[in-house]
């Protein structure tokens, strides 16, 4: 009967007696190699299959390994598709970081540049929305379990919150929005677009993953969310009625 306990997700690095890293070696690296190929392998099969059409012999075929090995590394199938979603977001992270480079002195051009990047990164990484349209089947029961989830998410919120805060400084931006819900507008609105945009194309007799109503939905969602954390200008006071002032003279 395999183990159900997770294992650390890679071999600790080993230290050197100054306490120094040591490089890792051949059977670390090995290690590693067949762990990071049975996460890829992983995450097609679930996203195509979903989590209960995923096989784990499936999986071990597709990463040319083997069924001990998926329970070795991951205990089993469900540590290993929250394994799958955690990289997902671990993936996401690393993205935000490595191509975003706001300038919070300007919170609008900010605000847009994480908007196009969340929009893009769903566009280009369809396999992230299938991971979550099956996880939301199963309620979340298997994120529910992750102790990285909440890590991973907070990176994406706390990057749109400093530009709000930025923003409401400059008196650009309502001082009382949440980055929370910043965040679930634009996730919200990109999400749903791309994961309906095939019924929704049959519904409304139109393409909507043409390369222009793409481009056009990017550029609405863009529109949509500086509007909505716009500061309201205050009213002008209302022109006096022409005559009343006269009138109320000669009273």
């Not at 490595?98 to 908007?115: G, K, R």
Request: net charge positive.
């Amino acid at each position: 009967m395999p183990s159900k306990t997770r294992r650390s997700a890679a071999p600790p690095a080993r230290r050197t007696a100054a306490g120094a890293e040591r490089p890792p070696g051949v059977r670390e690296l090995s290690a590693r190699a067949t762990r990071d190929s049975i996460l890829r392998a992983a995450t097609k099969v679930f996203a195509k299959q979903g989590y209960d059409g995923g096989k784990v012999d499936q999986i071990s075929k597709a990463a040319k390994s083997y069924d001990r090995m998926i329970y070795y590394y991951f205990g089993s199938k469900e540590g290993l598709f929250v394994a799958v979603l955690e990289e997902c977001y671990r993936r996401f992270n690393e993205a935000e970081e490595a191509e975003l480079s706001l300038d919070e002195a300007q919170p609008a051009e900010a605000l847009t540049a994480v908007i196009r990047f969340m929009w893009r990164y769903y566009l280009k990484n369809p396999e992230f929305i299938a991971l979550l349209n099956t996880e939301n089947l199963h309620r979340g029961k298997h994120i529910g379990k992750s102790l990285r989830a909440r890590e991973y998410s907070s990176p994406a919120v706390d990057v749109i919150g400093r530009v709000l805060a930025a923003g409401a400084q400059q008196g650009l931006f309502r001082a009382e929005l949440m980055a929370r819900d910043v965040y679930l507008m634009i996730a919200g609105m990109a999400y749903f677009y791309l994961s309906n945009r095939y019924t929704l194309s049959a519904f409304l007799g139109e393409a909507l993953d043409s390369a222009d109503a793409l481009a056009h939905w990017e550029q609405f969602l863009i529109d949509a969310v500086l509007r909505t954390v716009a500061a309201v200008a205050p009213a002008a006071p209302a022109a006096p009625e022409r005559g009343r002032g006269k009138r109320l003279a000669a009273a």
